[in-house]
């Protein structure tokens, strides 16, 4: 049973580039959540996805975009790329119907801005 | 809006001690609350998730409770070993299906 993995690893890009992260959820989830951890903090809640519409949105510039798949895989874009945007993005699955569940996180992608 | 805060932010013991992580969070109007641990630049894996209605929840040598009322979590680790050396997040999960996480305690357990 695979769990949540994600696309790429490791990224570096320059100032004002966009990128796009990959992440397909645990078998059997249809619910996808972004995250983005800056180096010693807590991950922080960026969107979630459901029926391929985001559902809930954190804190962020509308820089960072997203999109969900019908097979419930899930993108998460950025546009314009600051220094501030290095990070680890994790991404979680759920299911939504069940409500109350863990969150299963892949391994994340590390995100370098030059 | 909610907020999680850990304490120690920090902790460094010998192996065999017996230790406490403390979580504190605003708003008790929560689902659930889960315990994390991640190792240096990987993901997060799920130790224990606390249900609100529940009071404590165990797995092995882990133990966390929980206090909705006044708004704590503790995680205790029994007969700490170096292995447990590790950075361990609370999050609270609300109404949203959104998990808020605290900063985090970064643990050193010395042989």
């Known amino acids: 049973d695979a769990g949540v993995t994600q696309s790429p690893t490791h990224l570096i890009k320059t100032r004002g580039q966009q990128v796009t992260l990959r992440c397909s959820p645990k078998?059997?989830?249809?619910?996808v959540s972004w995250y983005q951890q800056a180096l010693g903090q807590g991950p922080q809640f960026i969107f979630q996805?459901?029926?391929?519409?985001e559902r809930q949105r954190g804190n962020f510039p509308d820089r960072f975009s997203g999109h969900q798949f019908p097979n419930y895989s899930s993108e998460l874009n950025v546009n314009a790329l600051l220094l501030g945007d290095s990070a680890l993005y994790l991404c979680?699955?759920?299911?939504w119907g069940f409500g109350n569940q863990p969150q299963h996180f892949g391994d994340g992608t590390r995100l370098s801005i030059l | 809006k909610q907020e999680v805060t850990q304490i120690p932010a920090a902790l460094s013991v010998p192996e065999g001690e017996n230790l406490v992580l403390n979580c504190s969070f605003t708003?008790?109007?929560?689902?659930?609350l889960q315990w994390f641990r991640q190792d240096p630049g990987k993901g997060l894996t799920s130790l224990l998730l606390?249900?609100?209605?529940?009071r404590e929840q165990t797995s092995g040598r882990l133990n966390a409770s929980l206090d909705k009322s006044s708004g704590r979590s503790t995680l205790y680790i029994a007969a700490s070993q170096p292995g447990d050396s590790a950075t361990y997040l609370c999050?609270?999960?609300?109404?949203?299906?959104?998990?808020?996480f605290g900063g985090g305690t970064r643990l050193m357990v010395k042989p």
């Open positions: 979680a699955s759920t299911w």
């Open positions: 999050a609270v999960l609300d109404a949203g299906n959104m998990l808020t």
């Open positions: 996805y459901y029926e391929e519409e």
């Open positions: 708003d008790s109007a929560i689902y659930n």
């Open positions: 078998s059997g989830h249809d619910t």
């Open positions: 606390i249900q609100s209605s529940q």
